[in-house]
Nanobody
Framework: QVRLVESGGGSVQTGGSLRLSCTAS????????MGWFRQVQGEAREAIGG????????HYADNIKGRFTISQDSAKNTVYLQMDNLKPEDTAIYYC????????????????????WGQGTQVTVSS
């Protein structure tokens, strides 16, 4: 089976930084795309961004640009989310996702195009 495992969540104060990691387990191949989403209780899951396999730059949601950076180590099936200048409104459960379909058919900000999901990691930002 394929599982994604997030790590690096926690509590920080406004203006702080966190670096989340997501690694695939029980998988020896390569995903076409990996991405990050977040969800506040009672709200819809919100896209952060996604990155195609082997690429150095990601595509981000309009409301995310500037403070978050997605990077990856494709050889390790690992994707990272660097979060800087965190704000209370960033408080949410953060999920990583992976897609196996060809990259050109993936809509990186659409959660329905992803095939696998992590269990989520809590990020809490306090004033």
């Amino acid at each position: 089976q394929v599982r994604l495992v997030e790590s690096g969540g926690g509590s920080v104060q406004t203006g702080g930084s966190l670096r989340l990691s997501c690694t695939a387990s029980e998988y020896s191949g390569r995903f076409s795309t990996m991405g990050w989403f977040r969800q506040v209780q009672g709200e819809a899951r919100e896209a952060i961004g996604g990155i195609f396999d082997g690429r150095t730059s990601a595509h981000y949601a309009d409301n995310i640009k500037g403070r978050f950076t997605i990077s990856q180590d494709s050889a390790k099936n690992t994707v990272y989310l660097q979060m800087d200048n965190l704000k209370p409104e960033d408080t949410a459960i953060y999920y990583c996702a992976a897609a196996s379909r060809p990259w050109y058919s993936v809509r990186r900000l659409d959660p329905t195009t992803y095939d696998y999901w992590g269990q989520g990691t809590q990020v809490t930002v306090s004033s």
